[in-house]
């Protein structure tokens, strides 16, 4: 390392050769001549490392003169002036370094030094490797840029780097770099900056030839704030999804109220259609009961007399019996999911109705299509199970009859609109049909409800599914049937629901995953 120093007082150009004798592979040279020529000239003819200008007993111009014709050359000040507005001057006319000779020691003097020759060498290494107009945008770049040799110490950081670790460039350059530096995927670390701060860092590092040897190259870029916000943005998620959580059962527990209005009102119904069903069979019992009195008043009661009384009896207590079977079916709680047979709830739906489709002439059309058979049924109710497993979906049984006893009841309804219109005449039958077809590719049961109701017209279709839409009187309608019908099929099933018109009348479609 070969040192000048500019000096003209004997004493620190003694001071600085003890401090300097002491070192290998250093050599100092001294001038004490206020000649800036000879100075220039000197720099010019030898291989300078550093420049140590004593600005005492130079002038303080050498400084800006040696910079503008030596650039590559770093010039360290010595100066016995502690005086802040000096310092500014002498780093903003380029200096390395300003030591205060009375606050300064050998130690310190000499990592000064070192630095200042380290940092040149390395910058034009930097330069030669990188090109100058490359490295000023490295230089103003806002990640921070790090080159550290195989041992891990630093040997070029640029100001963004400096920033990062909130240290100094004599501070950082040439120590190690404090954690492992392994080159391939980028990759996050927490470093301690001088504030004792841990700062969240993302790091890319390379490896490169520079001068010959290998270094690494790291870039960082601080990523606090964004993990912070990331954290926060997580924090806010999850206290949405709580929210989402509440609000989902909150809407599934009114669904649950609504499809109990529905099934209260409807059970209302059946009360009705119930009494209607009871009443012939009940009156049939009391007249058997009666001629069974008047049969022994009249010595008329024997044995047979009474078994065909008592047959008869019986068919109409399990007809009895039955209606309230079905009764209790529909209105029975479940709410575990559970698998079971389209084709046997259905037929339960229709038991419901089945006063209601007799007394207004309404017959019932029912195909179903699978693999194995197709069965076509005309005016009957008796829709038989499929043993083959093809019509068997997953979920609550009583809610599915509650959805096709809604669309059994609205194309009641819109059959009975038709007649009082006068497109049906009165004694003209409606007609439903269901058809049931096992689509094996897609996995799916597709249930087609039609009737000959007249349809439903394009903005109405729109509305068919909102809740409280209705085109029935007021005190006909509450609106929420078909709206509980696709959340029962859509929401509860995962399943479809469509609505179109055809031929005569409307057709609900519903498509529901099949599980044998």
Not at 125 to 132: I, P, Q, T
Not at 177 to 202: A, K, M, Q, T
Not at 248 to 259: A, N, V
Not at 407 to 435: F, H, P, T, V
Request: with cysteine; charged share 30%; aromatic share 6%.
């Amino acid at each position: 390392m070969n040192l000048l120093l500019i000096t003209g007082e004997e004493e620190a150009a003694e001071e600085t050769r003890r401090i300097v004798s002491s070192w290998d592979s250093c050599s100092l040279t001294i001038h004490t001549s206020d000649n800036l020529k000879t100075i220039l000239g000197h720099l010019t003819d030898n291989d300078t490392d550093a420049v140590i200008l004593d600005i005492d007993s130079s002038k303080r111009n050498y400084l800006s003169r040696i910079r503008e014709s030596f650039s590559h050359i770093p010039v360290i000040v010595l100066s016995s002036i502690n005086d802040e507005e000096i310092v500014t001057d002498v780093f903003q006319s380029g200096a390395q370094d300003y030591i205060v000779k009375e606050k300064t020691d050998c130690k310190k003097f000499k990592k000064s030094l070192l630095y200042a020759v380290k940092r040149q060498r390395y910058t034009a290494d930097f330069e030669r490797f990188f090109g100058s107009s490359f490295k000023e945008i490295i230089e103003k770049i806002g990640d921070g840029i790090v080159v550290l040799d195989r041992e891990g110490v630093v040997l070029l950081a640029n100001p963004a780097a400096l920033d990062l670790f909130g240290m100094d460039a004599d501070d950082f350059i040439g120590e190690l770099i404090g954690f492992p530096v392994i080159g391939g995927e980028s990759s996050e670390i927490e470093i301690l900056n001088r504030n004792s701060e841990i700062i969240n860092v993302e790091m890319r590092v390379v490896k490169a030839i520079l001068d010959g040897k290998e270094v690494s190259i790291a870039t960082l870029r601080d990523i606090t704030k964004h993990k912070r916000m990331l954290s926060e943005l997580r924090a806010m998620n999850r206290e949405l999804e709580k929210k989402a959580q509440l609000e989902i059962e909150k809407r599934k527990l009114e669904e649950q109220l609504l499809i109990q209005q529905t099934r209260l009102a409807a059970m209302g119904e059946m009360v009705g259609v119930i009494a209607h069903q009871w009443r012939q069979p009940l009156n049939g019992l009391g007249l058997i009961i009666q001629d069974i009195d008047d049969a022994f008043s009249y010595d008329e009661l024997n044995k047979e007399y009474l078994y065909k009384s008592t047959a008869k009896s019986m068919e109409l207590i399990n007809y009895l019996s039955s209606t309230i079977d079905d009764f209790s079916k529909f209105i029975k709680p479940n709410k575990k999911k559970e698998i079971f047979d389209i084709k046997s709830a259905i037929r339960d739906s229709l038991s419901i109705v089945s006063a209601r489709l007799k007394n207004y002439l309404i017959s019932i059309k029912h195909k179903c299509v699978c693999d194995r058979e197709t069965i076509e049924i005309q005016d009957n109710l008796e829709i038989g199970v499929c043993e083959y497993g093809y019509m068997n979906t997953y979920g609550l049984p009583n809610e599915f009859k509650q959805a096709v006893l809604n669309i059994l009841n609205n194309s009641i309804d819109a059959i009975l609109m038709q007649r009082r219109k006068g497109a049906l005449g009165k004694n003209e039958k409606g007609e439903i049909r269901i058809d049931i077809f096992h689509e094996k590719e897609k996995k799916k049961i597709v249930i087609k409800i039609s009737d000959n109701g007249g349809g439903i017209s394009k903005d109405v279709r729109k509305k068919i599914f909102e809740p409280y839409f209705t085109t029935k009187e007021s005190m006909q309608g509450s609106g929420i049937g078909l709206y509980i019908t696709k959340v029962i099929i859509v929401d509860n099933m995962g399943g479809e629901i469509n609505i179109e018109n055809k031929d005569s009348g409307a057709e609900f479609t519903i498509a529901l995953y099949n599980r044998t």
